[in-house]
T-cell receptor, first 111, second 114 residues
C-alpha cells in the first residue's frame, strides 16, 4: 500500500543530543518536504527536495539539515537539540503538480 | 503579502448538526485551494481540491466552495459526527514559483459533542 511513514512518532530527548527524524514514502514521489508545526499554529516549511541529491531550505529558518540519497527517503537531522526545537515535525511528498501527502508526524520534546 | 485567514478559530457543535468553516486568502497568482483535515497528533489528510474554474467540490459529507473573484472558500460539513472533531486547514497554492508554494491557514478547531 502506497503511504508515507515517519519514525519515531514521539521523542523526548535531552539538550545537546543529536537526533535524526526518519521519513519514507512508497509512492515514488520526486518532491518531499519537512514542515514544523507548533500547537494551534500553521505549518511552516523548513526543507524541501525536488529529487535525489536536491535539497533546499524553506521559509522558516531551521538549524536542522536534510539529505536525499534515495527517492523514498528524506531524513532530517538536528546535530545538537535545544528546547527551542520542541515542536511537531511533519514530512510530506507529492508528484509534480499534485497535492501533498502528509506523514503522521513526529512530536519532539527537548528537555 | 500572501496570506490565508481562517474563521472561526474554534467551533463547538452538537452531533448531527451542520457547520460552515471560512477561508479568505490573498495568494496571487492562484493555482488551487485545498481543505485538509488534521486529527490531533496526526498529519493533515486532503479532503478537497479546487482550481480556479471550480466553484464547488464534494467529498461525502464535506462540500467545499470557492469564489475566486472574492478570494473566499468555505467548507460545509453536513450531519456532523464525533469523528469530525479535528482541525480543518485551508491551503492555497500559488503558481508563481517552480515549487508551487503552499500557504497554510492556522486552521479551525472543530469539536463535535454528543
Amino acid at each position: 500500500e502506497a503511504d508515507i511513514y515517519q519514525t519515531p512518532r514521539y521523542l523526548v530527548i535531552g539538550t545537546g543530543k543529536k537526533i535524526t527524524l526518519e521519513c519514507s514514502q512508497t509512492m515514488g514521489h520526486d518532491k518531499m518536504y519537512w514542515y514544523q508545526q507548533d500547537p494551534g499554529m500553521e505549518l511552516h516549511l523548513i526543507h524541501y527536495s525536488y529529487g535525489v541529491n536536491s535539497t533546499e531550505k524553506g521559509d522558516l529558518s531551521s538549524e536542522s539539515t536534510v539529505s536525499r540519497i534515495r527517492t523514498e527517503h528524506f531524513p532530517l537531522t538536528l546535530e545538537s537539540a535545544r528546547p527551542s526545537h520542541t515542536s511537531q515535525y511533519l514530512c510530506a511528498s507529492s508528484e509534480y503538480g499534485g497535492g501533498q501527502y502528509f506523514g503522521p508526524g513526529t512530536r519532539l520534546t527537548v528537555t | 503579502k500572501n496570506q490565508v485567514e481562517q474563521s472561526p478559530q474554534s467551533l463547538i457543535i452538537l452531533e448531527g448538526k451542520n457547520c460552515t468553516l471560512q477561508c479568505n486568502y490573498t495568494v496571487s497568482p492562484f493555482s488551487n485551494l485545498r481543505w485538509y483535515k488534521q486529527d490531533t497528533g496526526r498529519g493533515p489528510v486532503s479532503l478537497t481540491i479546487m482550481t480556479f474554474s471550480e466553484n464547488t467540490k464534494s467529498n461525502g459529507r464535506y462540500t467545499a466552495t470557492l469564489d475566486a473573484d472574492t478570494k473566499q472558500s468555505s467548507l460545509h460539513i453536513t450531519a456532523s459526527q464525533l469523528s469530525d472533531s479535528a482541525s480543518y486547514i485551508c491551503v492555497v497554492t500559488d503558481r508563481g514559483s517552480t515549487l508551487g508554494r503552499l500557504y497554510f491557514g492556522r486552521g479551525t478547531q472543530l469539536t463535535v459533542w454528543p
